[in-house]
């Protein structure tokens, strides 16, 4: 009895001290942000102001040259994908624990991806754009790296996953290292493998029009020159766009994904 | 006759300092039908295992048709393999493919790397792996994937596999522990009746006494790595089979 009671106060003590915490950070981040409700509310004014006058209605008429950068923003991603799955499926084989040929192979592709995954898309497109220039090329190599950091380290994760007494049957039927891989690994990496390529194609479409501000071309070049023009109705339109293409994506992708798993 | 396979004062003993095997000798004669019994962490599955060198003994021999295999490089390990068929307690197929590419599995070490990562087997190996599904009563679910079976025709779809390596020795490692009575004396009667009529020499793990009384020709015990019993099954007495189990039993829940 004692001891519940015991618990039961430490237990009160810990939230209070958490809720203290919380409250704490909350207040001191907000003084360090100089962040106000009244600056808040009073912005509402110039929102619907902009978002009324300037940006409503969508100009449709400007859809037959948006429709061109929006099939390079899928160009991007689905290219981005591809290829970067092609790569990322030889590295996580060397990346996964349970089947690389040596630990140090491990260490370095793990290390080696993790750096392009950690630089973010829209870097590596700054980065791009200073030695390719603007265009559909920095876009679609920014997408490929960011793929390659991303579906890598997946990719491994799910062949780490994978039932080792399976493998381990078919090392005591007197296969090889490579008959392993493909007849006893892949079968069951497989689906992991459409579904992680899938989520990623969805990830590169959205990243893609990011990536398009800073010079990858695509929608996302198209909103930038649209914003700095002063063309907020074509803008609007663009908006709508992406929504459609991401939406449409997504839908996609989710059917495939049942057919195929 | 020649012993078919001799084991040599195996040992193994795990990195983190588990004895698994101590101290073991024995030899298994062409035609034997052995039973190892023991209970759990025994070091059944170990003693299987480093008779095919899934588990690398320690120290002792391992000695299958003459030959020490237990100092053989990987390429002849793979050799020795395809000579030694074996079966699972959790079947281990694999799921997303079919069940007769499942048995043909079997014939990888057999088979060229490239055509062998790729499926291509030969049609003598397809023809032969259709007949030993036929034989096992599950012509008519060759193109289903395994993962649509039952546990006792994923087990016979094991077998199969082990089977199609046209084996002269197969290894079982408690292969009816995850199924059902029905199913379970199903598959004791194939490997029993096939390792008859094929002159396969089989050692089968085993934790039902019964079932090892059975259909064992000689019957192991083990205890904690090492041999307590080694003969016929009309030897194995009670205080014998108490011996092999005495302190083996944990309580399930610790009463506080």
């Given amino acids: 009895m004692n001891m519940i009671q015991e618990l039961k106060k430490r237990k009160r003590l810990q939230i209070l001290l958490l809720f203290f915490f919380v409250t704490g950070l909350t207040i001191w981040s907000a003084i360090g942000t100089n962040f106000s409700f009244y600056e808040v509310f009073s912005g509402f004014g110039l929102i619907s102001n902009f978002v009324f006058l300037d940006l409503l209605p969508p100009d449709i008429a400007a859809s037959g040259t948006l429709l061109e950068a929006i099939l390079e923003t899928l160009y991007m991603g689905f290219v981005g994908m591809v290829v970067g799955a092609l790569i990322a499926l030889v590295l996580s084989f060397l990346a996964a624990s349970t089947t690389t040929p040596h630990p140090v192979v491990q260490v370095i592709v793990r290390a080696f991806t993790s750096i392009m995954r950690n630089i973010p898309g829209l870097i590596w497109a700054l980065i ?38 399976k493998i381990e049957a078919l090392h005591a039927t007197g296969s090889s290292y490579f008959q ?66 991401i939406l449409s994506t997504e839908f996609l992708t989710s059917k495939i994904r049942e057919r195929i798993i | 006759m020649n012993p078919i396979l001799q084991v040599e004062n195996l040992k193994k003993v795990y990195s983190d300092g588990t004895v698994a095997l101590n101290n073991i000798n024995f030899e298994v004669h062409p035609g034997e039908f052995i039973v190892v019994i023991g209970p759990s962490g ?76 790729l499926g291509l087997f030969s049609k003598k190996d397809i023809a032969e792996a259709e007949e030993i599904l036929e034989r096992v009563g599950l012509s008519k679910q060759k193109y289903k994937r395994a993962d649509e079976l039952s546990g006792g025709q994923m087990q016979r779809v094991g077998i199969s596999r082990a089977l199609a390596q046209r084996p002269r020795l197969i290894l079982a490692d408690e292969p009816i522990a995850s199924l059902d009575p029905a199913s379970s004396k199903i598959i004791m009667d194939h490997i029993f009746t096939i390792c008859k009529e094929d002159k396969i020499t089989a050692i089968v793990n085993l934790h039902q006494v019964d079932v090892a009384m059975k259909y064992a020709t000689r019957i192991i015990g083990i205890k904690s790595g090492e041999v307590i019993f080694d003969g016929q099954p009309s030897h194995l007495t009670k205080n014998i089979i108490d011996e092999i189990y005495s302190n083996a039993k944990q309580p399930l829940v610790n009463a506080q």
């Fill in chain 2, 42 to 117: 025994a070091g059944k599955s170990t003693l299987l295992r480093c008779i095919n060198r899934l588990v690398e003994p320690t120290s002792g021999d391992v000695v299958f048709k003459g030959k020490k295999i237990n100092k053989i490089g990987a390429r002849q390990v793979k050799q020795v393999r395809r000579e030694i068929g074996m079966v699972f307690q959790n079947f281990n197929l694999i799921d997303r493919l079919s069940v007769v590419n499942n048995v043909l599995h079997g014939r990888l070490g057999y088979t060229g790397t490239i055509k062998g990562a």
């Fill in chain 1, 180 to 245: 392993i891989l493909a007849q006893g690994v892949f079968p069951q990496f497989f689906p992991g493998f459409i579904a992680w390529s899938l989520y990623n194609l969805e990830l590169n479409i959205r990243a893609s029009t990011i990536i398009g501000m800073v010079g990858g071309g695509g929608i996302g070049f198209a909103i930038q020159k649209g914003i700095k023009l002063f063309q907020y109705k074509e803008v609007s339109m663009a908006i709508v766009l992406v929504l459609i293409l």
């Fill in chain 1, 128 to 165: 791009l754009v200073a030695s390719y220039g603007i265009g559909v090329t920095v876009g679609t190599l920014s997408l490929i790296l960011g793929s390659v950091g991303f579906l890598t380290r997946v990719f491994a994760d799910t062949l780490e996953e994978i039932d080792t007494g």
